[in-house]
């Protein structure tokens, strides 16, 4: 048979050619697999440190305030649930969860006859007690973390309309992940028991954010937060 435009030989060449670059494109995939791999792997070990980080925090918080005990990973399943809703990136959602594990670390500052302190909160107090964020801040950025862990933190009593502490920041001078940390830690603390006063319920909870959406609270994570209890039967455990 004649092969026209192209002789025999160039053919087979080029054919060469491509089965050249077929292999050098599986060798390529298969080392970009590898390396995959190992970043998974150096990931998940990366969040067993972080895991022990926070386990630590925690175990020292809640040695000094028992009414803390479960507070913060409480906190953490709710906040992780509503960044997950909300569709957030794997980065922003640990960077949220693991915020929420440690985010009352301050509170280790706190004299211990206030922990204790079974009467109502005298004003001078309630203003020791708000300085906990910024102590957890100054505590955990010592902390190569992966995320803005210290900020987040930081930030996580900060309100929309500039009425939060410690730096009255407001809309959005204020980290989603903090608005998300924020509304969760409002949800969970008003729903336990404190020294000081009895446990709302989960109602009441709710009712305090969405009363407050678009002033205290970001409107998006507050209706997220919403339905995971209201219609997706999201519980604290």
Request: proline fraction near 3%.
């Amino acid at each position: 048979m004649k092969i026209t435009g192209k002789t025999k030989s160039q053919l087979v060449e080029e054919l060469r050619l491509v089965r050249e670059k077929i292999a050098e494109f599986e060798n390529t995939k298969a080392k970009g697999n590898e390396v995959e791999a190992e970043l998974s792997q150096n990931y998940k070990k990366v969040t067993e440190i972080m895991e022990d980080i926070a386990h630590i925090i925690n175990h020292v918080v809640e040695m000094r305030d028992p009414y803390l005990v479960g507070h913060q990973q409480r906190v953490s399943k709710l906040a992780t649930a509503i960044a997950q809703e909300m569709k957030l990136d794997r980065n922003k959602i640990e960077s949220i969860r693991f915020s929420a594990l440690v985010h009352d670390v301050g509170k280790i500052n706190l004299p211990i006859k206030m922990v204790k302190n079974s009467n109502k909160l005298l004003k001078d107090e309630y203003e020791i007690i708000k300085k906990h964020s910024k102590i957890s801040y100054y505590i955990l950025k010592t902390v190569d973390f992966p995320w803005f862990i210290a900020e987040i933190v930081y930030q996580h009593h900060e309100r929309i309309n500039g009425s939060g502490y410690p730096r009255r920041l407001k809309g959005n001078e204020i980290l989603l992940e903090a608005k998300i940390l924020g509304v969760a830690d409002v949800v969970e603390a008003m729903s336990s028991k404190r020294p000081y006063r009895s446990a709302h319920s989960i109602k009441d909870a709710l009712e305090e954010i969405s009363k407050n959406s678009g002033i205290l609270y970001e409107p998006e994570v507050v209706d997220i937060c919403l339905t995971l209890f209201r219609k997706k039967g999201f519980k604290f455990k």
